[in-house]
């Protein structure tokens, strides 16, 4: 694979940033390109956030009125990405973190802030490379696979349910 720019900027003061994550997040962004065999040079964008700036973006951009996990912005279609002419690296897209909301998820599934916050950017990279699961049906289940095989490649495997015990 060429090269892989993942740019990270932090946007939000509720929760501190772990040492180490910047880099799993970049590890988890070249998992998901080798795994479905992208051999050009890219670009991605992470931004943490808060509850308040996401929930922001998730209306204005989806027109939904509430906070949510993660947000994802394709800058590419059907394979086709613009083309960064400084470097000729296919632009992907924008990753935008809820950083409160990982904190959250993590202690209601019983797993730690790095396999939340790296699942939730591989689910995001997914997306930037077209996949969709709202439709629900086998592309959904192929997603949550493809998922878990980069937990288990970045060292962070399953080791609970996704559902909250009432």
Same mark, same amino acid.
């Given at each position: 694979?060429?090269?892989?720019?993942?740019?990270?900027?932090?946007?939000?003061?509720?929760?501190?940033?772990? @040492?180490?994550? !910047?880099?799993?997040?970049?590890?988890?962004?070249?998992?998901?390109?080798?795994?479905?065999?992208? @051999?050009?040079?890219? %670009?991605?964008?992470? @931004?943490?956030?808060?509850?308040?700036?996401? #929930?922001?973006?998730?209306?204005?951009? !989806?027109?939904?009125? !509430?906070?949510?996990?993660?947000?994802?912005?394709? *800058?590419?279609?059907?394979?086709?990405?613009?083309?960064?002419?400084?470097?000729?690296?296919?632009?992907?897209?924008?990753?935008?973190?809820?950083?409160?909301?990982?904190? !959250?998820?993590?202690?209601?599934?019983?797993?730690?802030?790095?396999?939340?916050?790296?699942?939730?950017?591989? #689910?995001?990279?997914?997306?930037? *490379?077209?996949? &969709? #699961?709202?439709?629900?049906?086998?592309?959904?289940?192929?997603?949550?696979?493809? %998922?878990?095989?980069?937990?288990?490649?970045?060292?962070?495997?399953?080791?609970?349910?996704?559902?909250?015990? &009432?």
């Amino acid at each position: 694979m060429e090269k892989v720019k993942v740019v990270i900027k932090n946007n939000q003061k509720a929760v501190k940033i772990p @040492t180490g994550v !910047r880099l799993l997040l970049r590890r988890c962004c070249n998992a998901v390109l080798i795994m479905e065999g992208f @051999t050009d040079s890219a %670009e991605i964008s992470i @931004t943490f956030v808060d509850e308040e700036q996401i #929930h922001l973006l998730n209306k204005e951009h !989806r027109n939904v009125d !509430r906070p949510t996990d993660v947000l994802s912005f394709p *800058l590419g279609e059907n394979g086709q990405y613009d083309v960064n002419p400084e470097n000729g690296a296919k632009m992907l897209g924008d990753i935008v973190l809820n950083v409160s909301r990982v904190v !959250r998820q993590a202690e209601e599934f019983g797993h730690s802030f790095r396999r939340e916050i790296a699942y939730l950017t591989a #689910h995001s990279m997914l997306h930037l *490379l077209g996949y &969709d #699961h709202e439709s629900g049906g086998i592309e959904s289940v192929h997603m949550r696979e493809k %998922e878990e095989e980069v937990m288990n490649q970045l060292g962070l495997p399953r080791n609970s349910t996704y559902t909250i015990e &009432d």
